[in-house]
């Protein structure tokens, strides 16, 4: 399985401001996953990241809102703008195993937004 | 779309017995994968075990088995021999073989091991 770090692993944030947060894989992937987990919830997925394209979003997520950056193989961030308290969750990248039908998370970002 | 249901919000099990997590999905495909991820406090999501649904066999990884029930569309976790570190949430999850990868997670199910 890849190993995949994120940073920062939490973060205290005003509303209105931004943050983004790295994904970082030990190894090349085509594909990277962004979700989002609300307190006490299961997983949604925000978008899918491919390395030289825009960034696939799922229904409910905005570009505008989440904007993703995929410059190479094996890193990929997420914005998270203008932030409210809605915003609040534990933010997590993933990618597919070799298999190509697994897929691995990072550590989870857990973001609260004041 | 595909849903994942799991109907059981918690779970408990006393050390070395044996629970049975349920899960049940819907979807019109015929080649799909399903998986049980486990999500400690540490909130890191750790695959526990996979199923392709073109394999009638059911999926073990040592203590831990599926009970893939396809016409019922069903997908349980059998733990054996409960262990304390099997504390956790647990995610039922779906992925459409023909898909860019979406996982479709399940509610969850939070697991309390009893010493």
């Known amino acids: 399985s890849a190993v995949i770090s994120q940073k920062p692993s939490r973060d205290i944030c005003q509303r209105g401001t931004s943050l983004t947060i790295q994904c970082q894989v030990d190894s090349q992937v085509t594909m990277m996953f962004w979700y989002r987990q609300q307190p006490g919830q299961s997983l949604t997925l925000i978008a899918t990241a491919n390395q030289g394209s825009e960034a696939t979003y799922e229904s409910g997520f905005v570009i505008d809102k989440f904007p993703i950056s995929r410059p190479n193989l094996t890193f990929s961030t997420l914005t998270v703008s203008n932030m409210s308290p809605e915003d609040s969750s534990i933010y997590l990248c993933?990618?597919?195993?070799?298999?190509?039908?697994?897929?691995?998370f990072g550590p989870g970002t857990r973001l609260t937004v004041l | 779309a595909q849903t994942v249901t799991q109907s059981q919000p918690e779970m408990s099990v006393q050390e070395a017995e044996t629970v049975t997590l349920s899960c049940t999905y819907d979807t019109s495909e015929s080649d799909y994968y399903l998986f049980w991820y486990k999500q400690p406090p540490s909130r890191q999501m750790i695959l526990v075990i996979r199923q392709e649904a073109y394999k009638q066999q059911n999926a073990t990884e040592n203590r831990f088995s599926v009970n893939f029930q396809k016409a019922a569309k069903s997908f349980s976790l059998k733990i054996s021999d409960s262990q304390l570190g099997d504390a956790a949430m647990y995610f039922c999850a779906y992925r459409s073989a023909g898909s860019y990868g979406k996982l479709t997670f399940g509610q969850g199910t939070i697991l309390t091991v009893h010493p």
């Open positions: 993933s990618v597919e195993g070799f298999s190509g039908s697994e897929q691995f």
